[in-house]
């Protein structure tokens, strides 16, 4: 089976240890490369054999945000096509719409529970391509308190 490549920036090393093990929990056949700021994910995209199926980005990071780092990815016609998806402690209409009006796919508040971020987790990997914005939809509809599609 081909394996998945998902790009996650996020400078907190809990909230990146916590993902990664969701992920891998979840399938077995992603592969999650990391990035600590918005320059470092600049700089692994650029450096990336294949471009990732899909980043997940944090807003508040060092170096570079997560906001100027969504502005180069969907500025870039290599890049734009990447669907995005925000993630952030922030339940913030503001930043959801910042998010949307940036060219995010979808914007996730970060759960704290484990069970919870792998039912998240699964729903969005398993939908990869052109079911992703549907399954965002999806969990929204379902009531999810931490998924909203843009």
Known sequence: MNKITILLADDDM???????????T?????VCICAE????????????????????LDINMPV????????????????????????????YKNDMDKASDLGATGY????????????LLNAITSNLGPDLGKALV???????KYVFHL
């Open 37 to 56: 700021n918005g320059e470092h994910t600049w700089r692994l995209l650029n450096e990336m054999e294949s471009k990732p199926q899909l980043i997940f």
């Open 138 to 144: 999806n969990l929204q509809k379902a009531g999810t």
């Open 14 to 24: 809990d909230d990146i240890e916590m993902f990664c093990e969701a992920l891998e």
């Open 26 to 30: 979840v399938n077995e056949n992603i």
């Open 64 to 91: 570079m945000n997560g906001w100027e780092c969504l502005k180069l990815i969907k500025s870039t016609q290599e890049y734009k096509d990447i669907p995005v998806i925000i993630i952030s402690t922030s339940s």
């Open 108 to 119: 996730f508040v970060k759960p704290n529970d484990f069970n919870d971020l792998k039912y």
